[in-house]
């Protein structure tokens, strides 16, 4: 096993390696920009290098930065997280021609499922099934007007090299056909460098299932059972969940099978997920596979109890897999909300700043996964996210009531969080039921809605009293206590905020 690793990350994420590694007394070396100097993973790990500026293309987008901390350090193996250069295949290259190990999939398998029309051609070779559409990249033109009219309108434009929702364009009649692929193209090729796009079939209320999957170095690959990700805004995810409310173990089986095709059809090790889309007959589609550690992945871990990071250190280290598929089971159920610094009252806009007051929930059941701590700073240069809350019970509905009981305790100043949203949501029937799909958010909640609500006189002067009470400099009261700085944790509920619902 390696002695010594360097993580080419920040954040929750570069905090969850660290404390992986640590349990196996791996050494860690943390990166970190000037934005960074103070922050969590630069303080938890055995050491720290500076790699440059603030803006992530001045430092943790610099390979021969990282590279160079990680020769100095004497690191043996890199993780690169998620994001960044996770799953950029030259940083892959630029790691093992340095002498040192990556920790994840093979730089081919990261540049062919990086081309999602790559990907495809290798899926449908493979016989994996994917959404109905065209096999490789097509230009704006009769061609493509005639494959649009036998896929079925509406049909969905996709940017070959796209990521994080960009450069997609829903379709719904012949006439818009033309336009809508020029300008996907051309902001393909402003976010991507590549103006390449393609045609799918759009699918009317989907469910965004996943696969985990882990393949050691010689050919023996399991999967770990699926994610539900369908709560989403602007196809970017914000619950998700292990195992899915309608997955039956049969569909398991199945969608677990074709999802180790995909893998071995690209020649994979090491941890990763495949996406598939289901309908509403059941069938699944795959649309593309993600070459690196999920942000969800600790649903996967909670009810499976396989520490993803831990496996992906020794299957880098060269060790075989020794968990067998008849071995993972589930084990109760997990949710995951994505906390973010964000004002659901402003349309979502990032609210950066230092965090002046934080009580994390706890208690039976929670995993709070974060890379802030009080005083820190959320900053603008990154993700605002302020934390992956995990909530684990012995069936859905447990794991629903502790999340809402773990938002609810969930305390933030100095900074305004989506907290209130992800309570409506858990909160909201639909939910409760498993009855939802990719547009759920957008199906039940207007954001433009989500202005304060009428003016709870008494509520508001409970509330001036407490805080009044707490601003005296009494010696009762302690220094850690949160100042009124119009963001009072009394206000974390979504209803008492007023937010509402459809
Ligand atoms: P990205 O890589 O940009 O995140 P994905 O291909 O992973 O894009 O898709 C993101 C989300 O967009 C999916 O989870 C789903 O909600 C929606 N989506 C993608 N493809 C389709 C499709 N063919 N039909 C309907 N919705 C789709």
Known sequence: MFKRILIANRGEIAVRIIRAASEMDIETVAVFSDADRLALHTRLADYAYHIGLSPSQESYLVIDRILDAAQKSGAEAIHPGYGFLAENADFARAVADAGLTFIGPPPQAIEDMGLKTRAREIMIAAGVPVTPGTESAIDPGPEAAKIAEQVGYPVLIKAASGG????????????????????ASR??????????????????????????????QYGHTIHLNERECSIQRRHQKVVEEAPSPVITPDLRAQIGAAAIKAA???GYYNAGTVEFLLDRNKNFYFIEMNTRLQVEHPVTEMTTGIDLVKEQF???????????????????????????AEDPLNNFYPSTGMVK????????????DSGIYEGGEISIYYDPLISKLVAWGRDRSEAIVRMRRAL??????????????????VEHPKFIEGD?????????????????????????????????YHAKPAASVSASQP????????????????????
């Open 164 to 183: 994080g929702g960009k450069g997609m364009r829903v379709v719904e009649t012949p006439d818009d056909l033309i336009k809508a692929m020029e300008s």
């Open 187 to 216: 902001e393909a090729a402003s976010a991507f460098n590549n103006p390449q796009i393609y045609i799918e079939k759009y699918l009317e209320g989907p469910r965004h299932i996943e696969v985990q999957l882990l393949a050691d």
């Open 264 to 266: 071995r059809a690209c």
């Open 314 to 340: 020794k299957i880098a280290a060269g060790e075989k897999l020794t968990i067998q598929q008849e071995d993972v089971t589930i084990h109760g159920h997990a949710i995951e909300c994505r906390v973010y």
């Open 357 to 368: 007051y934080l009580h994390p929930p706890a208690g039976p059941g929670i995993r709070n």
């Open 408 to 425: 609810q305790e969930y305390h933030i100043t100095g900074v305004r969080s989506n907290i209130p949203f992800c309570l409506l949501v």
């Open 436 to 468: 939802f799909d990719t547009h759920f958010i957008s199906d039940h909640f207007r954001i433009e809605d989500m202005a304060p609500g009428p003016v709870d006189k008494e509520k508001i002067a409970a509330i001036a009293a407490v805080l009044a």
């Open 483 to 502: 100042q009124n700085d119009g963001v009072s944790p009394w206000l974390s509920s979504g209803r008492r905020l007023g937010l509402r619902t459809r």
